[in-house]
């Protein structure tokens, strides 16, 4: 059996430390005088491919999945199993 798939994920953030300074503030929820000064964002894609195998009592599988950041990063992630 082989298995196909992706999965795609924005995050945005505002905060007061991480990100890009904003040209306006934002308030923050729950502070009387709390302000968001920075906002970050990133995007995810993830593509993945996984085949599993059963000869007679054993099983066996093997995947990788490779993860695309619009940073310009890229992560590769491969797994294999036995049992």
């Known amino acids: 059996k082989t298995t196909l798939g992706f999965d795609y994920r924005f995050e945005h953030i505002y905060s007061n430390v991480l990100g890009e300074p904003m040209n306006d503030t934002i308030p923050a929820p729950f502070e009387t ?3 968001f000064t920075r906002k970050a964002q990133k995007t995810y894609l993830s593509l993945f491919a996984d085949h599993d195998i059963q000869i007679k009592k054993w099983h066996a599988s093997a995947g990788l ?3 695309f950041l619009s940073t310009g990063n ?3 992630y491969p797994g294999a199993e036995i049992g």
Do not use: K, S, V
């Open 65 to 67: 999945m490779a993860t």
């Open 74 to 76: 890229g992560y590769f």
């Open 33 to 35: 005088n709390g302000l």
